[in-house]
């Protein structure tokens, strides 16, 4: 794969792009056909600067990490002050200031109430792997208790949990990324999100069925993210508690997308007023500094492993579990959310996604228009070339990577109104002009 990044005539590639382009391979990509990545030369604000110069508006703050927009000075201060100590030290037998300091407040914010005793934090590095982490807490809990035979995960038609192999089982196995891979992946269970009476009834039957298999129940609350961005309300997950409780089987909530503001409240659980057994956290957790993710458990969840026999521990250790940078990272973050007012910027930004993009509901081929804190979609009929469609933004000065059939913006939360007024109204001209 080779060509230039730069559309500026003139301007010449880095001299890093060409030797290097042939010898990485890129995510979600044929690399035979896809369009050249653009070489990025630094980032500010919400805004990437690429080696020729051009500037672009970063409509999706790099997969929703960057909430607080890039290069914050607070979160650098951090990192590079943790740098200068200790960059890294494993965790197995060892323990450090920024990883215990974390996890405390990670455990203060997530219990929002008496009743939400969410208190025991595991890190990893991933959101995948914090996905693999909970489902193995799952199935172990009730291994722990002497239940044998509890191993299914029940999960949900258009849902995303991540890349690695248990996460793509429970992920929607028609409509994500994994259908190669259907062959190697578990069998999970399926089932629609019961949204109404029907699709309700259906889900209560599938588990009367088959409730003695189930160790857990794992869903993206709120919003299903990569799956499309399908949005359900909070009815949904206290439906989602209610039946959990019923059969006695662990709930999941996986967060990766939503916790950390983006959906309107620090975390959607929060918003929704029901309480997971199990949480699963990453991408915004370091303002999209450092890889860390993290899954926290329910005290009774904790309380399964805590044994004097070595065989109920649980034995899952990434490498770079809790590495100090990343944790230096999220500390600072979790400092921006204390004292600046994100909260009340997301419901800016909700504001003005909506006046932004409603004028795309009137053009053809426009399915639906959706806004959810932080999180707008237009829903298009279809989309004929993905990789053409991203190209037509790029064009028009801002970053934007369609996917599916769906337009999306998740931008960083410190967005100035201009950039974001360019992003909604690059994506209201594109969808006139037909995609």
Same mark, same amino acid.
């Given at each position: 794969?080779?060509?230039?990044?730069?559309?500026?005539?003139?301007?010449?590639?880095?001299?890093?792009?060409?030797?290097?382009?042939?010898?990485?391979?890129?995510?979600?990509?044929?690399?035979?056909?896809?369009?050249?990545?653009?070489?990025?030369?630094?980032?500010?604000?919400?805004?990437?600067?690429?080696?020729?110069?051009?500037?672009?508006?970063?409509?999706?703050?790099?997969?929703?990490?960057?909430?607080?927009?890039?290069?914050?000075?607070?979160?650098?201060?951090?990192?590079?002050?943790?740098?200068?100590?200790?960059?890294?030290?494993?965790?197995?037998?060892?323990?450090?200031?920024?990883?215990?300091?974390?996890?405390?407040?990670?455990?203060?914010?997530?219990?929002?109430?008496?009743?939400?005793?969410?208190?025991?934090?595991?890190?990893?590095?991933?959101?995948?792997?914090?996905?693999?982490?909970?489902?193995?807490?799952?199935?172990?809990?009730?291994?722990?208790?002497?239940?044998?035979?509890?191993?299914?995960?029940?999960?949900?038609?258009?849902?995303?949990?991540?890349?690695?192999?248990?996460?793509?089982?429970?992920?929607?196995?028609?409509?994500?990324?994994?259908?190669?891979?259907?062959?190697?992946?578990?069998?999970?269970?399926?089932?629609?999100?019961?949204?109404?009476?029907?699709?309700? &009834? %259906?889900?209560? $039957?599938? +588990?009367?069925?088959? !409730?003695? *298999?189930?160790?857990?129940?794992? =869903?993206?609350?709120?919003?299903?993210?990569?799956?499309?961005?399908?949005?359900?309300?909070?009815?949904?997950?206290?439906?989602?508690?209610?039946?959990?409780?019923?059969?006695?089987?662990?709930?999941?909530?996986?967060?990766?997308?939503?916790?950390?503001?983006?959906?309107?409240?620090?975390?959607?659980?929060?918003?929704?007023?029901?309480?997971?057994?199990?949480?699963?956290?990453?991408?915004?957790?370091?303002?999209?500094?450092?890889?860390?993710?993290?899954?926290?458990?329910?005290?009774?969840?904790?309380?399964?492993?805590?044994?004097?026999?070595?065989?109920?521990?649980?034995?899952?250790?990434?490498?770079?579990?809790?590495?100090?940078?990343?944790? &230096? %990272?999220?500390? $600072?973050? +979790?400092?921006?959310? !204390?004292? *600046?007012?994100?909260?009340?910027? =997301?419901?800016?930004?909700?504001?003005?996604?909506?006046?932004?993009?409603?004028?795309?509901?009137?053009?053809?081929?426009?399915?639906?228009?959706?806004?959810?804190?932080?999180?707008?979609?237009?829903?298009?009929?279809?989309?004929?070339?993905?990789?053409?469609?991203?190209?037509?933004?790029?064009?028009?000065?801002?970053?934007?990577?369609?996917?599916?059939?769906?337009?999306?913006?998740?931008?960083?939360?410190?967005?100035?109104?201009?950039?974001?007024?360019?992003?909604?109204?690059?994506?209201?001209?594109?969808?006139?002009?037909?995609?």
């Amino acid at each position: 794969m080779s060509g230039k990044a730069s559309e500026n005539k003139g301007v010449a590639a880095p001299t890093w792009y060409e030797p290097g382009l042939d010898h990485v391979w890129l995510p979600y990509a044929q690399m035979k056909t896809a369009p050249p990545p653009l070489a990025v030369k630094t980032t500010h604000g919400s805004r990437i600067v690429l080696a020729d110069g051009r500037e672009l508006v970063d409509g999706i703050a790099s997969w929703w990490t960057a909430c607080h927009g890039y290069n914050h000075p607070h979160i650098r201060a951090a990192v590079e002050s943790q740098l200068a100590l200790m960059p890294h030290v494993m965790f197995g037998g060892l323990v450090h200031e920024p990883a215990l300091i974390l996890a405390r407040r990670l455990a203060m914010l997530a219990q929002d109430s008496q009743t939400c005793d969410l208190d025991r934090v595991f890190f990893s590095d991933s959101g995948s792997v914090a996905v693999e982490v909970a489902l193995k807490m799952a199935v172990q809990y009730w291994r722990n208790r002497g239940i044998r035979g509890r191993n299914r995960i029940v999960a949900f038609t258009g849902g995303y949990h991540g890349d690695t192999t248990g996460a793509m089982a429970v992920s929607d196995p028609e409509g994500s990324f994994h259908v190669a891979f259907r062959g190697l992946l578990p069998e999970q269970i399926i089932v629609d999100l019961p949204v109404d009476e029907a699709t309700t &009834a %259906a889900f209560e $039957a599938a +588990l009367a069925h088959r !409730a003695d *298999e189930v160790a857990a129940i794992i =869903v993206e609350p709120l919003v299903q993210g990569a799956g499309g961005m399908r949005f359900h309300n909070a009815g949904v997950l206290k439906t989602l508690r209610a039946i959990a409780d019923r059969y006695e089987i662990l709930l999941i909530f996986d967060e990766i997308f939503t916790g950390f503001g983006r959906t309107g409240a620090m975390f959607a659980f929060q918003e929704a007023g029901v309480v997971p057994d199990i949480l699963t956290l990453s991408k915004a957790l370091t303002g999209g500094t450092l890889p860390l993710a993290a899954t926290i458990a329910r005290r009774n969840v904790f309380e399964a492993f805590w044994s004097d026999d070595p065989a109920s521990a649980l034995m899952h250790g990434p490498t770079f579990m809790a590495n100090p940078l990343a944790c &230096a %990272a999220a500390n $600072a973050s +979790l400092d921006l959310f !204390a004292r *600046e007012p994100r909260i009340d910027q =997301v419901a800016k930004i909700a504001a003005a996604l909506r006046a932004g993009l409603e004028p795309c509901r009137k053009h053809h081929g426009v399915k639906d228009v959706r806004v959810k804190g932080a999180i707008g979609a237009v829903e298009l009929e279809g989309i004929a070339d993905v990789n053409a469609l991203r190209q037509r933004f790029i064009a028009k000065g801002v970053f934007i990577r369609p996917f599916g059939n769906i337009v999306y913006l998740t931008p960083a939360f410190t967005i100035g109104d201009d950039d974001l007024a360019r992003l909604t109204g690059a994506i209201c001209r594109v969808v006139a002009e037909g995609c």
